[in-house]
Every structure is written in C-alpha cells, then in structure tokens.
C-alpha cells in the first residue's frame, strides 16, 4: 500500500479514481472539469486524484495542441489544485520538468514512452513524489520490475504501475488483462488507463479512438481487482484539443463509477 496525502492505494482497499482532462486547455475547462468530478467522487465516496498534464510533449504531429505555456498551465493547475483542494498528478518528460513540476504536483506520471528512461525514472524518484510509471505500449508486463527497481534506487517506494493496452500491429492497442495480474505481482498499487487503452495512435498524422470500449475495459479491469482506475474525462470530447476521441464524456461518469463500485466491491469483499 502507498499513501499520497490522506489518499491510501493497494492491499484490497476501494478503487481510487484518477481523472481529468487530457491536457490544460483553458482556465474554463480545467475548473468545470475538476469540480463535476469532485461532487460526483465526494458524492459515492470515492478518493481522487485529479489528472491533466501541463503540456503534451509526444504528440504525432507537429501541428497538434502542445499546450497553453508551461508557466499559464501551470498556474492553472496550482490554482485549480488549491480551490477544491485537490491530490494533483501530472506528466513529466524529461529531468528538468521533473524539478518544476514536483514543485506543485502531488504524483509524477512517467508517459508510457518513456517508462525505460533510466535518468527520467530516478530523477522522478529522486523528487519524493509517488511516481506513475505507465507501461509502453511496446513493453511486457514482466519488464516494468526494471522501471520499479530504478525508482527503488533512490529509496522512493510510492510506486503506481500503469496498464494503457498493447501495440496489436499497426494503429492499433489491445488489453492484455494478465499485464494487471504480472504487475499486481511485484507489490506495488495497479491502476487500469481505460482511455488510453482505446486509442488507435497515428490514424491520419493523430491519435484516434474507440470510446466505446472505454466502459467494457473499466469494468473488465474491476473484475481483477484494480487499485485505482484512471480515465480521461471531458465536458466536450468532441472538441477538445488533445485525445478527442478517446476521453469519456464527463456525463457518463457518475453511472460508470457506481458500476465499478458495485464490482469493486464485490471482488474485495467489502460493503
């Protein structure tokens, strides 16, 4: 089990949600966002931690929304963090980004591309933070005891593995529900990336999606006995800058977690 604030993931206890938009893309969204999840979560009861990264810096085409500026994003999100008092995770790309963002993030995200990055992984380690390190896309689930023990090298155990699907040839990711139970193994809280998991990546210079599969893996992944579930969630989905077709409109959210909850529940033994 780690702890992040008053917030416990691991060792059979409920499911922790982490959600948010994709990236920061305005003041607007980023606060309606943030609020409607927490009244929904504090509603079920549900921990949280609210996701959205202050810049995109993988994404496939050189003309696509990167962010708004580190230092406006950034402000956003401290002010965002501040006003619903929120336990705040955000991406990280390189060392340098490592220092700033440890600065006002809670959980350091390690992006599925770079979970072999030896200097990124310890430099995150080194910050004190707990550390998400998503699988890649291109990594077996048995591999990722590698990114743990380079975060372990600095003493930092508050570690959180990351399913988001497997390349399945060209354009295309599966989910190989064993990849939850490999890295269940190694001792550390196991969370399921349902949106990510659905995305078609480089489909015509983006990333595209199949959002109708986000609640099928949600729960599949429930049934295992997840840790916390992380979705990207969007007011307009439709329209939003970054992973549009693959975030979860925020008003499908409330019934999807009151059906995790039920199969949560159900899988730990807990009422």
Same mark, same amino acid.
């Given at each position: 089990?780690?702890?992040?604030?008053?917030?416990?993931? +691991?060792?059979?206890?409920?499911?922790?949600?982490?959600?948010?938009?994709?990236?920061?893309?305005?003041?607007?969204?980023?606060?309606?966002?943030?609020?409607?999840?927490?009244?929904?979560?504090?509603?079920?009861?549900? &921990?949280?931690?609210?996701?959205?990264?202050?810049?995109?810096?993988?994404?496939?085409?050189?003309?696509?929304?990167?962010?708004?500026?580190?230092?406006?994003?950034?402000?956003?999100?401290?002010?965002?963090?501040?006003?619903?008092?929120?336990?705040?995770?955000?991406?990280?790309?390189?060392?340098?980004?490592?220092?700033?963002?440890?600065?006002? /993030?809670?959980?350091?995200?390690?992006?599925?591309?770079?979970?072999?990055?030896?200097?990124?992984?310890?430099?995150?380690?080194?910050?004190?933070?707990?550390?998400?390190?998503?699988?890649?896309?291109?990594?077996? &689930?048995?591999?990722?005891?590698?990114?743990?023990?380079?975060?372990?090298?600095?003493?930092?155990?508050?570690?959180?593995?990351?399913?988001? +699907?497997?390349?399945?040839?060209?354009?295309?990711?599966?989910?190989?529900?064993?990849?939850?139970?490999?890295?269940?193994?190694? +001792?550390?809280?196991?969370?399921?990336?349902?949106?990510?998991?659905?995305?078609? &990546?480089?489909?015509?210079?983006?990333?595209?999606?199949?959002?109708?599969?986000?609640?099928?893996?949600?729960?599949?992944? /429930?049934?295992?006995?997840?840790?916390?579930?992380?979705?990207?969630?969007? &007011?307009?989905? /439709?329209?939003?800058?970054?992973?549009?077709?693959?975030?979860?409109?925020?008003?499908?959210?409330?019934?999807?977690?009151?059906?995790?909850?039920?199969?949560?529940?159900?899988?730990?033994?807990?009422?």
């Amino acid at each position: 089990m780690i702890e992040i604030k008053n917030v416990k993931l +691991g060792s059979n206890l409920p499911f922790v949600l982490i959600a948010g938009p994709c990236v920061v893309e305005s003041e607007k969204i980023t606060f309606t966002t943030a609020e409607q999840i927490k009244k929904i979560t504090s509603k079920l009861g549900i &921990p949280f931690i609210f996701k959205s990264s202050y810049k995109k810096a993988n994404r496939t085409s050189i003309k696509s929304f990167k962010g708004l500026g580190d230092s406006e994003a950034i402000n956003i999100l401290t002010n965002v963090k501040k006003e619903f008092d929120l336990i705040l995770l955000t991406d990280v790309h390189s060392i340098e980004e490592v220092t700033s963002a440890a600065e006002f /993030a809670d959980v350091l995200q390690i992006p599925a591309f770079l979970c072999r990055q030896t200097e990124l992984l310890v430099a995150a380690g080194d910050s004190g933070k707990a550390i998400n390190v998503k699988k890649g896309q291109f990594l077996a &689930p048995e591999d990722m005891k590698h990114a743990i023990e380079k975060v372990e090298s600095t003493g930092n155990k508050k570690i959180l593995l990351t399913e988001r +699907g497997s390349t399945f040839g060209y354009n295309n990711l599966v989910v190989d529900m064993r990849s939850l139970v490999i890295m269940k193994s190694f +001792g550390y809280p196991i969370v399921m990336d349902a949106t990510h998991s659905v995305q078609l &990546p480089g489909i015509g210079g983006k990333t595209g999606g199949q959002p109708k599969f986000i609640k099928p893996l949600a729960k599949a992944a /429930a049934a295992i006995g997840i840790d916390a579930l992380f979705l990207e969630v969007h &007011p307009d989905p /439709a329209n939003a800058l970054s992973d549009a077709e693959s975030q979860l409109h925020i008003s499908e959210l409330e019934n999807l977690l009151i059906e995790i909850q039920q199969i949560d529940s159900l899988v730990k033994n807990f009422k």
